[in-house]
């Protein structure tokens, strides 16, 4: 089997239970994800042109699926920036924590369900751009800015 390295983002193919009456995807922490889920949240009406997210957590991993619609979203380790579009409601993407992330480019009505490993905690966000960089550079030896 696979050995997964969980302390970089990764793109995760749930389980699609396919039905004439309608299809089914599910996440049953364990088998999927490396961590047990705390909380779920989701945004939606997002209106054309805004962007969400502009942090880091210092604890809290995520599961991010677009149950309805597309979106990207930008991932940055203090060294590269990396985009994925989410636009499928069977893949998720595993965010380690430390990873600064913005979410733009939403299609109308698209809704984006996070799936994380804490509860909800101010403290556990880094939204200061340059301690996120102080951090990462900590972590992984150097941060561009
Ligand atoms: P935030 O995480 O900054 O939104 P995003 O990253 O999607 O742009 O959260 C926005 C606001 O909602 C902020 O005031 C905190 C609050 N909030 C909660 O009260 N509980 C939660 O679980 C989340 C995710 C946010």
């Known amino acids: 089997m696979e050995t997964v390295n969980w302390s970089e983002p990764r793109i995760i193919q749930l389980p699609k239970i396919y039905d ?7 996440v049953q922490d364990a088998d999927q994800i490396p961590f047990e889920i705390a909380r ?3 945004t939606y009406d997002v209106p054309a042109g805004e962007f969400r997210g502009g942090h880091s957590h210092r604890e ?17 380790d203090g060294v590269e920036w990396v985009t994925y579009t989410l636009n ?3 893949v998720g993407l595993y965010i380690p924590s430390g990873y600064w ?10 809704v984006c369900l996070v799936m994380t490993s804490t509860l909800y905690s101010e403290e556990d ?9 102080s951090l990462s550079a900590e972590r992984r030896g150097r941060c561009n800015g």
């Open 20 to 26: 004439p009456r309608g299809n089914l995807t599910f």
């Open 40 to 42: 779920v949240y989701w």
């Open 60 to 76: 809290a991993e995520e599961l991010v699926v677009a149950t309805g619609g597309s979106f990207n979203v930008n991932l940055y």
């Open 88 to 90: 499928r409601p069977y």
């Open 101 to 110: 992330r913005t979410l733009d480019n939403f299609a109308s009505g698209s």
């Open 125 to 133: 966000y880094v939204r200061d751009f340059d301690e996120f960089c």
